[in-house]
């Protein structure tokens, strides 16, 4: 636990009086040394608005525990403004992490009306503050929020790394709403991912803030510009008219490689920030440092791959900047290491390690529609049926023709699949979900990951996709111009994502949406198989292609050594997307390992819980899974009292919940009951333990 140093604020401001400091960055005052606050190298300020907490305000833009709530995304004018992209962009990043439905816990056991001491209460969850926008050298944008009840007397900073591919909101539902409620100034960044889109055929893109531009004009204030020349797109209009090139896929940058260090950065920007605000003045107009990481408590946080991010940034922390560790399904991986472990109740062991996520969505986008028709799958949620029941047959029999599946019937090749799938790590508990994850995320992130790891360009329309707008038919047409004008708020950094879709450039009879193409080695509706395998091609071949991409995710690795920083990670065993045997569980152990007896991880891992809580009100979802939002937000509070208090960080366990039961699409209400606390001393079967390279958990 940090205590707060010296100095006061009457001593700093006697020093003025006395015209001490001179030129130098360390200024004397008589009872120690005061450092100047100097801005981060690379930072560019650009905006600092402030909200009263009534029209507008910083979790809701003005909209509202209610307006959250509403599916009806607040209205945009013909040339949408600043505030308008920025309120649209809250709507939906707040809506795509948590289950907004009162029958899901929202207004009563999590939300904007619920206090940070767990109180339910009746009002909006406005809150009032001064949001601050920047931008560091690799471009990406940074975002401070300063609640108006931050103390600078005891001050905290929670970081909000963006989820997924979104930008620099993404965070807002998720740690962004934690740390507010606490208090907490609150730094995003969207880590070089982002809504950052390229309308090629028109030569628009977003600006920092949302709003549309000719690229021309943006410069560097554009979110995200292809690297092209004049020529060269001009020739990729004309052999691919209307495509949109995206930042995660086409930066060139592989952003995942510094995700820890854009975190770190804007944490650097946070400090920089809140002392140009807090510090005393100086007779040459700087500040000084009085909020410094060693009066602060800092918490890294956020989920999916703003955890990943915020245990990155974690390991590389060697500046001391962050206190504590809390972050829910992260997406992070390690370098392949032998050695890891993996027992659960008495099934047999799992022993494949940690694996990196571009291998296993390539291999999920090729297998998964296949095994979405096994027995064991058929009931889930968005379950194929007619016409996709017909396509996912096709794309088992070809399946079967490369002999990657076996069985004589297409039921029999499913049910193959599926058991290929458990056999390379996913758990039994996330059968029922292959069908959705595969219908609404795993072709677009094989394919984004598959550019961003490589450092392809649009150009090269890897493996044959595209990203674009499409007719009935799925044949790519303009975009609407008023869909595009909006993509910042709407999208989520990875089409299929708004107006954009991935299309297969190589079908049969010329481009089509990947879902409606006719694959040329099979003359068949298949999901794309040919492009599916070639994505599977570029992590299990040697060419040049596959060579590049893996070049790049051996970039991505982490070390697991979180330098002693207490750490809470809270993982859902039903985890489909970012499955717990290749992230959470291995790195867990791996930290052990590495760490011995410093290591200050606790593990929690949540039955009937899984990635997508946004998933939630989708008849199949409700009726099946409870928010682990509940218990990210209960690890935030376990993580604060213990670097606040000194209270022992919960063992490492196993939370046995209980679904809402009742009818798909008309689920029980969920009642504290359904899910009980994180265990201060959890029963012994509900344990987690690690015996030397073996991590045990409860069946």
Request: with cysteine; glycine share 12%; net charge neutral.
């Given at each position: 636990m940090r205590k707060p140093q010296a100095p006061a604020l009457t001593v700093l401001a006697t020093c003025l009086l006395a015209a001490c400091g001179g030129g130098s960055t360390d200024i004397n005052f008589g009872s120690g040394d005061y450092a100047v606050n100097l801005q981060p190298a690379g930072?560019?300020?650009?905006?600092?608005?402030s909200y009263d907490g009534g029209s507008d305000d910083l979790l809701t833009a003005g909209l509202g525990r209610a307006g959250l709530a509403s599916a009806t995304a607040p209205t945009l004018s013909a040339t949408p403004t600043a505030a308008?992209?920025?309120?649209?962009?809250?709507?939906?990043?707040?809506?795509?992490?948590?289950?907004?439905?009162?029958?899901?816990?929202?207004?009563?056991?999590?939300?904007?009306?619920?206090?940070?001491?767990?109180?339910?209460?009746?009002?909006?969850?406005?809150?009032a503050g001064t949001e601050h926008i920047a931008v560091d050298s690799a471009g990406n944008t940074m975002m401070l929020q300063v609640p108006a009840s931050f103390s600078a007397a005891a001050p905290c900073i929670v970081t909000g790394t963006s989820s997924g591919s979104r930008g620099v909101y993404g965070a807002i539902g998720s740690s962004g709403e934690w740390g507010l409620k606490r208090g907490c100034a609150v730094v995003y960044t969207d880590k070089g991912t982002g809504n950052g889109v390229h309308d090629l055929q028109n030569d628009t893109v977003n600006l920092i803030d949302g709003r549309r531009s000719a690229a021309s004009a943006a410069g560097n204030n554009s979110n995200f510009t292809a690297q092209l020349t004049p020529a060269e797109l001009a020739a990729f209009n004309t052999a691919t008219p209307n495509r949109f090139a995206v930042r995660h896929a086409h930066s060139g940058s592989n952003p995942e490689a510094a995700w820890g260090q854009h975190t770190l950065t804007a944490i650097e920007y946070a400090f920089w920030r809140l002392n140009e605000t807090y510090g005393v003045a100086l007779p040459d107009g700087r500040r000084t440092q009085v909020i410094t990481p060693a009066n602060t408590v800092v918490i890294a946080s956020s989920v999916s791959n703003g955890g990943g991010a915020a245990l990155a940034a974690a390991e590389q922390d060697t500046a001391g900047l962050i206190d504590g560790v809390a972050v829910s399904e992260p997406n992070v991986q390690l370098a392949p290491t032998s050695g890891l472990n993996i027992q659960r109740g008495t099934r047999a062991a799992y022993t494949g390690g940690?694996?990196?996520?571009?291998?296993?969505?390539?291999?999920a986008n090729l297998l998964q529609p296949c095994a979405a028709l096994a027995t064991a799958a058929a009931a889930g949620p968005f379950a194929f049926t007619g016409g996709t029941a017909f396509v996912a047959g096709n794309r088992c029999a070809a399946l079967a023709a490369q002999g990657l599946v076996t069985g004589a019937t297409t039921q029999a090749q499913a049910d193959d699949a599926l058991a290929r799938l458990r056999a390379y790590g996913w758990e039994p508990e996330t059968d029922v979900l292959h069908a959705s994850h595969y219908l609404f995320a795993s072709p677009a992130i094989a394919v984004t990951y598959a550019n961003a790891h490589g450092r392809f360009s649009v150009k090269d329309n890897l493996c044959g996709f595209s990203f674009g707008a499409v007719d009935a038919s799925g044949t790519p047409i303009p975009a609407a111009p008023a869909a595009i004008a909006g993509i910042f708020g709407t999208g989520n950094g990875v089409p299929?994502?708004?107006?954009?879709?991935?299309?297969?450039?190589?079908?049969?009879?010329?481009?089509?949406?990947?879902?409606?193409?006719?694959?040329?080695?099979?003359?068949?509706?298949?999901?794309?198989?040919?492009?599916?395998?070639?994505?599977?091609n570029l992590w299990t071949g040697t060419g040049a292609n596959a060579l590049r991409v893996k070049q790049g995710v051996s970039e991505v690795y982490r070390t697991a050594n979180l330098r002693g920083k207490p750490t809470i990670i809270v993982h859902g065993r039903n985890d489909t997307l970012v499955p717990v045997n290749f992230s959470s569980r291995p790195y867990v152990l791996r930290n052990s390992q590495v760490e011995g007896a410093a290591s200050r991880v606790r593990y929690v891992e949540v039955t009937n819980a899984q990635h997508?809580?946004?998933?939630?009100?989708?008849?199949?979802?409700?009726?099946?899974?409870?928010p682990l939002h509940l218990?990210?937000?209960?690890?935030?509070?376990?993580?604060?009292?213990?670097?606040?208090t000194g209270a022992a960080l919960p063992p490492s366990q196993l939370v046995r919940t209980t679904p809402r039961?009742?009818?798909?699409?008309?689920?029980?209400?969920?009642a504290p009951g359904n899910v009980p606390a994180i265990a201060a001393s959890p029963a012994a079967g509900d344990r987690i333990v690690i015996e030397g390279s073996t991590l045990r958990l409860p069946d």
């Open positions: 930072v560019r300020a650009l905006s600092s608005i308008e992209m920025r309120r649209l962009a809250i709507h939906t990043n707040y809506r795509a992490i948590v289950d907004t439905t009162a029958g899901g816990g929202f207004g009563t056991l999590y939300g904007p009306n619920i206090t940070a001491d767990g109180v339910v209460g009746s009002g909006d969850g406005k809150i940690s694996k990196p996520l571009f291998d296993y969505f390539s291999y299929p994502s708004g107006a954009l879709q991935l299309i297969n450039n190589n079908a049969v009879g010329g481009p089509r949406n990947q879902g409606a193409a006719v694959s040329a080695s099979t003359n068949a509706l298949d999901f794309s198989v040919d492009g599916a395998l070639c994505l599977r997508f809580d946004a998933f939630l009100p989708f008849p199949g979802y409700d009726n099946r899974y409870v218990y990210f937000n209960r690890a935030l509070d376990a993580m604060w009292a213990h670097l606040k039961g009742g009818n798909p699409g008309a689920a029980n209400a969920i």
